[in-house]
């Protein structure tokens, strides 16, 4: 990715597709607003690789962005390594979340780390991360089904039997 100053603001060329064929992006803003489109359609690998560039450039300070864009491309970072099923795709979570507790995407991130947690067989750790994901989370009828089926497990395996059966849905 390389800034041009223009017209007052910052351009982007952003190299997202071939490297023959660079996209020219007006903003920085644009730029994630792209690279979450491409991560939609299921190209993580490039567009984690794009977005683990820009999060990196945003902690080193070569970028002129926005502390939003930064924060889109450190989540987008970490939620693409959970669809590649990454192995540092925990810490990426965990790390987001340390960084932007108070993010939008706090919520979303503290549901996709408990699904690691509760894939691993970690209870304990996924009704934590359910329980903060419950109050912030934009899920989908399917996710919030699991969600509830996945938080009462965890309850009823912790012996927790009341709040296992109010977490299931009614």
Same mark, same amino acid.
């Given at each position: ?100 507790? /108070?993010? *939008?995407?706090? &919520?979303?991130? %503290?549901?996709? +780390?408990?699904?690691? !947690? $509760?894939?691993? =067989? ?17 899920? /989908?009828? *399917?996710?919030? &089904?699991?969600? %509830?089926?996945? +938080?009462?497990?965890? !309850? $009823?395996?912790? =012996? ?11």
């Amino acid at each position: 990715m390389v800034d041009y100053p223009a017209f007052g603001h910052y351009c982007t060329l952003a190299l997202l597709s071939q490297p023959s064929k660079p996209v020219f992006i007006p903003t920085p803003t644009a730029y994630t607003n792209k690279l979450q489109s491409v991560s939609e359609e299921g190209n993580y690998p490039l567009a984690q690789h794009d977005f683990a560039l820009y999060k990196q450039q945003c902690r080193n300070g070569t970028t002129t962005t926005l502390a939003a864009d930064c924060e889109a491309a450190a989540y987008y970072n970490a939620l693409c390594a959970v669809k590649m099923k990454m192995p540092d795709a925990e810490m990426l979570l965990a790390q987001f979340i340390d960084e932007h507790e /108070s993010s *939008a995407w706090a &919520g979303r991130a %503290y549901y996709e +780390l408990g699904k690691i !947690y $509760f894939a691993k =067989k970690a209870y304990k750790d996924a009704i934590y991360c359910y329980e903060k994901a419950d109050a912030q989370a934009d899920m /989908s009828a *399917a996710e919030r &089904g699991e969600y %509830y089926f996945q +938080l009462a497990y965890s !309850y $009823f395996v912790s =012996k927790d039997f009341g709040r296992a059966k109010d977490a299931l849905p009614k």
